[in-house]
């Protein structure tokens, strides 16, 4: 069985804009998730979650540019930190509990791209959105300095197997990859290249499905967020964007393929 993305993280400096600023754009429903001493708001639609929104103060850490994580399954932490170091990765944050939720720690790749590891505790696991329902992550993008040697590295820790690629000219090819889902979950591409703007570190990056794009991008305007790539098409019927909210994080959105 492949390990794929299943929880995602906004860690930011204002947590009452970062709550109204998606709540108006992605149209999420936000709850505190009653952490002892510790804000963690969980965020989701029709009582199905997505991920969680923390503070950097929160985390223990100063202040830092607002950013998105994802976090990766697995079922032994302990046995992945080990093969991660072994194949050239680095432990930012190692093994930490969640009491009643499970374990996480933050590693970077071998390329310096940042993800978390998350092995689920045995109790009770709520509800999930649809894996193309709006609200939910409809595509993982990894942007890297190689990424047919990114490929290499997560489907030999992961499972992930190669589905279609799109020649991109000089840029090298977009490898879509698969878990274990039905559709596409993501793809990969290099960083670097003509018409690629300077200065992209390597990256994850999350797209967040909604009913709409057009409509969307007017409620990132409205909501005080800057539109960093105007809505396109792109291979397979979706439409996407790119944007800023209002503390400067970036993100992105989809529309899916009409059917």
Request: charged share 20%.
């Amino acid at each position: 069985m492949a390990d794929g993305f299943i929880w995602y993280e906004l860690v930011t400096n204002d947590m009452d804009k970062a709550v109204n600023f998606y709540k108006k754009v992605v149209g999420w429903d936000v709850k505190d998730a009653g952490m002892p001493g510790f804000t963690y708001m969980i965020f989701g639609k029709n009582g199905k979650d997505v991920g969680g929104m923390m503070t950097w103060a929160g985390a223990g850490a100063p202040d830092l540019p607002t950013q998105w994580m994802g976090h990766i399954h697995t079922a032994k932490l302990d046995d992945e930190l080990k093969a991660v170091t072994a194949d050239g990765g680095t432990i930012v944050k190692p093994a930490q509990d969640i009491p009643g939720v499970g374990r996480f720690a933050v590693v970077l790749d071998p390329q310096q791209v940042k993800y978390l590891l998350f092995e689920p505790g045995k109790g009770y696991v709520p509800p999930r959105l649809g894996q193309m329902a709006a609200g939910n992550v409809g595509w993982h993008e990894l942007l890297t300095d190689d990424a047919a040697k990114a490929f290499d590295y997560y489907s030999r820790h992961y499972g992930w197997q190669k589905d279609y690629a799109h020649d991109m000219g000089a840029m090298g090819a977009y490898q879509t990859f698969r878990t274990d889902q039905p559709l596409y979950t993501g793809g990969m591409m290099n960083r670097k290249g003509p018409g690629m703007p300077e200065g992209i570190p390597p990256h994850w990056q999350y797209y967040f499905l909604v009913d709409d794009i057009e409509a969307a991008q007017k409620r990132v305007i409205e909501a005080g967020g800057k539109i960093v790539l105007p809505p396109m098409d792109v291979p397979g019927g979706s439409r996407i964007l790119q944007a800023t909210d209002d503390q400067d994080g970036h993100f992105a959105l989809m529309q899916g393929p009409k059917s």
